[in-house]
């Protein structure tokens, strides 16, 4: 059973800057983060496809960044210049052994 724990949400003003992170039970390639605020669909931020390569939403290219500690089984989303439109639950996941994985999610609150 994969275990996913993440950390780092919080409460910042808008322009600031917060890192998540997400640590897995066991070493998984295909990781990335998934949001969803009140009222809207979770959607799909930032993920490690393919051997290093990434994808991003639109709206965060620039401004947030996904990176990785193999040897700590962790992934990261550096989150600056952060929007009241950022505002969401943040879900880490992982693809592994053809299941998905998704951790407890963390709340981020951006004001403006």
């Known amino acids: 059973q994969v275990q996913l724990v993440e950390s780092g949400g919080g409460l910042v003003q808008a322009g600031g800057s917060l890192r998540l992170s997400c640590a897995a039970s066991?070493?998984?390639?295909?990781m990335g983060w998934y949001r969803q605020a009140p009222g809207n669909q979770r959607e799909l931020v930032a993920v490690?496809?393919?051997?290093?390569?990434?994808n991003y939403v639109d709206s965060v290219k620039g401004r947030f960044t996904i990176s990785r500690d193999n040897a700590k089984n962790t992934v990261y989303l550096q989150m600056n210049n952060l929007k009241p439109e950022d505002t969401a639950v943040y879900y880490c996941?992982?693809?592994?052994?053809?299941?998905?994985?998704w951790g407890q999610g963390t709340q981020v609150t951006v004001s403006s």
């Open positions: 996941n992982a693809l592994y052994m053809f299941r998905n994985y």
């Open positions: 066991v070493p998984i390639n295909h």
């Open positions: 490690f496809t393919s051997g290093s390569s990434t």
